[in-house]
């Protein structure tokens, strides 16, 4: 059974920072692309980071470029966002994904595994 399942969400004031995680079990993501998405109150999911396979191709949503950093540690089969400078804009439930395959895409549609998301709450 293929799971992911992220941690390190939490409550912290605006400016602050936050290291989110994605830990990966049930089988192996050799190849695949994983990516980061985030969702607020009321509103649809979207794409904030993604990471090929060898970490040589990150893409960021512009909201988050120069703030946030994604990473991935293969031979521990984890994920990071190194989320800085936060905003409450960044307030959101946040969702780590795997693809199936090596594409890297901020589509959330062409992911097909998800975690079950961690909240961050971004204060003022």
């Known amino acids: 059974q293929v799971q992911l399942v992220e941690s390190g969400g939490g409550l912290v004031q605006a400016g602050g920072s936050l290291r989110l995680s994605c830990a990966a079990s049930?089988?192996?993501?050799?190849?695949?692309?994983m990516g980061w998405f985030r969702q607020a109150a009321g509103k649809e999911r979207e794409f904030v980071a993604v990471i090929s396979w060898s970490g040589n191709n990150v893409y960021y949503t512009d909201s988050v470029k120069g703030r946030f950093t994604i990473s991935r540690d293969n031979a521990e089969n984890t994920m990071y966002l190194q989320m800085s400078s936060l905003k409450r804009e960044d307030t959101a439930v946040y969702y780590c994904?795997?693809?199936?395959?090596?594409?890297?895409?901020?589509?959330?549609?062409?992911?097909?595994?998800w975690g079950q998301g961690t909240q961050v709450t971004v204060s003022s």
């Open positions: 049930g089988r192996t993501f050799m190849g695949a692309s």
């Open positions: 994904a795997a693809t199936s395959g090596s594409v890297v895409t901020t589509n959330r549609r062409l992911y097909d595994y």
